[in-house]
């Protein structure tokens, strides 16, 4: 039986990342088949499989390819309780599971997620894009000096977004990406709270401009999801957004592939920032975090 990962059709979604491919059935997909996907993921780190519609067990058999599997750390949304890695979010009209800011997934654990597999099982008729953004570009493109800031730096996540403060980790504004060993931003909205060799006001200030950065259009891919379509990205180098305007039922099923420790360009020259005036109450979580993790 001929290989049929020769027979991929790859389209090329955007100028920053994104590919459609065309050509197989991922619940037929063999281990030769997993090693094209995720040099094509490799190169253009989010990609996407029209009319697919795999099974739950199809769905986990694919991810299983790719790494060992994980429940998410603060949701349990297995509709039928038997498959812990296995997850489902339903939303109408924009009310619901909408992971409706930028994010790299779980950034608050000591090794966020590595790839994630996400079956659109309903699509709404009216709205409810997805956009990602390329981390790789977001810093190559940053100038010299502030590359450089950023190399030194770690930051602070946490999951009070899931109503879960007192998860948190520290990571590296800039990581290496442990396969292809490029340099990309890792730091978001959702999850990132504070820069620690900053004040917390410097922190701010930071944080906001990179969260903006890293967002431009140019950076970007938009995906219009049909019904059926699975999509594969690399949480390593890439944020995405859920276009929170949609009209209808959208219900989304997704695997995790488990991650690893994120690595940084350089280890920092700086110490922890540490307040002498009233404002040192601002780095408690801060300074309880960095001796878990000394």
């Known amino acids: 039986?001929?290989?049929v990962s020769t027979q991929l059709e790859v389209e090329r979604l955007s100028g920053s990342l994104g590919a459609e491919i065309r050509g197989l059935s991922l619940a037929e997909a063999n281990p030769q088949d997993a090693e094209r996907?995720?040099?094509?993921?490799?190169?253009?780190?989010?990609?996407?499989?029209?009319?697919?519609?795999?099974?739950?067990?199809?769905?986990?058999?694919?991810?299983?390819?790719?790494?060992?599997?994980?429940?998410?750390?603060?949701?349990?949304?297995?509709?039928?309780?038997?498959?812990?890695?296995?997850?489902?979010?339903?939303?109408?009209?924009?009310?619901?599971?909408?992971?409706?800011?930028?994010?790299?997934?779980?950034?608050?654990?000591?090794?966020?997620?590595?790839?994630?597999?996400?079956?659109?099982?309903?699509?709404?008729?009216?709205?409810?894009?997805?956009?990602?953004?390329?981390?790789?570009?977001?810093?190559?493109?940053l100038s010299a000096p502030m590359q450089a800031l950023c190399e030194g730096l770690t930051a602070l996540h946490d999951a009070s977004?899931?109503?879960?403060?007192?998860?948190?980790?520290?990571?590296?504004?800039?990581?290496?990406?442990?396969?292809?060993?490029?340099?990309?931003?890792?730091?978001?909205?959702?999850?990132?709270r504070r820069i620690v060799e900053l004040s917390d006001a410097e922190s701010?200030?930071?944080?906001?401009?990179?969260?903006?950065?890293?967002?431009?259009?140019?950076?970007?891919?938009?995906?219009r999801w049909s019904a059926g379509t699975v999509a594969m990205w690399d949480n390593r180098c890439t944020q995405h957004h859920v276009l929170n305007d949609f009209v209808g039922e959208r219900v989304i099923q997704r695997v995790t592939v488990m991650g690893d420790d994120p690595q940084a360009a350089k280890p920092s020259p700086w110490e922890p920032y540490g307040s002498k005036t009233a404002s040192f109450w601002r780095d408690t979580k801060m300074r309880e975090q960095l001796k878990r993790q000394r």
């Open 37 to 141: 996907i995720h040099a094509l993921l490799m190169e253009h780190q989010v990609l996407f499989f029209p009319g697919q519609h795999p099974t739950p067990d199809e769905h986990l058999t694919f991810g299983r390819m790719f790494g060992e599997l994980e429940s998410h750390p603060n949701l349990d949304l297995d509709v039928e309780r038997e498959r812990p890695e296995f997850f489902e979010l339903h939303a109408i009209d924009g009310a619901g599971g909408v992971a409706d800011e930028w994010h790299s997934d779980i950034t608050f654990e000591p090794q966020p997620s590595k790839f994630a597999i996400l079956h659109m099982k309903v699509c709404p008729e009216i709205g409810g894009d997805t956009l990602w953004a390329n981390a790789y570009r977001a810093y190559d493109e």
């Open 204 to 223: 701010t200030m930071l944080l906001t401009y990179l969260s903006q950065w890293i967002h431009q259009p140019r950076f970007t891919v938009r995906y």
């Open 1 to 3: 039986m001929p290989n």
């Open 161 to 192: 977004s899931h109503l879960v403060p007192e998860k948190m980790h520290i990571h590296p504004v800039v990581r290496v990406h442990p396969e292809t060993g490029k340099r990309s931003l890792f730091v978001n909205e959702h999850f990132t």
